[in-house]
């Protein structure tokens, strides 16, 4: 595939990138979320917990990594739930979905953010980047559909 060329030759190429996400759920059905660092890109949002794909990994590959990394815990990455893009720019962000599982450890913040279990129904009342809303509202009405 050709790299994007932009009609003005002068603008910069747009740069894509993979983001994988895990929905990850505690025996009581709460949603695992994570609070972007103040000082990040969409600071102070609430996010679902992942990051950067990278050449050479599998998208679960990168996202065992990232809940490794960010979380100090060790996941099973299981089936793909949906995705989403974002858009700003000369940045498309191609956001992947997975569900995971805790195997060891208990999720905390390894690189300082806050972490925290959400009921589902609740996870309308953290904001989040605007790529994860159409997921925030898909749990959320699957909550309000099993009870």
Request: charged letters at 25%; one cysteine or more.
């Amino acid at each position: 595939m050709a790299p994007e060329s932009n009609s003005n030759s002068h603008e910069p190429p747009i740069t894509r990138m993979t983001v994988v996400a895990a929905v990850i759920r505690d025996q009581l059905g709460r949603i695992l979320l994570a609070q972007r660092p103040k000082s990040s890109h969409m600071g102070g949002l609430w996010e679902f917990p992942g990051g950067k794909s990278v050449e050479g990994e599998t998208p679960q590959q990168s996202l065992k990594r990232e809940l490794a990394e960010e979380l100090d815990i060790i996941a099973e990455i299981g089936d793909p739930l949906t995705f989403a893009t974002h858009t700003e720019p000369q940045l498309h962000i191609l956001l992947l979905f997975f569900k995971a599982a805790i195997l060891e450890g208990t999720p905390r913040g390894a690189e300082g953010q806050s972490v925290m279990w959400v009921e589902p129904a609740d996870l309308k009342n953290y904001p989040t980047p605007p790529a994860d809303s159409a997921l925030v509202r898909q749990l959320v009405n699957e909550c309000k559909r099993s009870r």
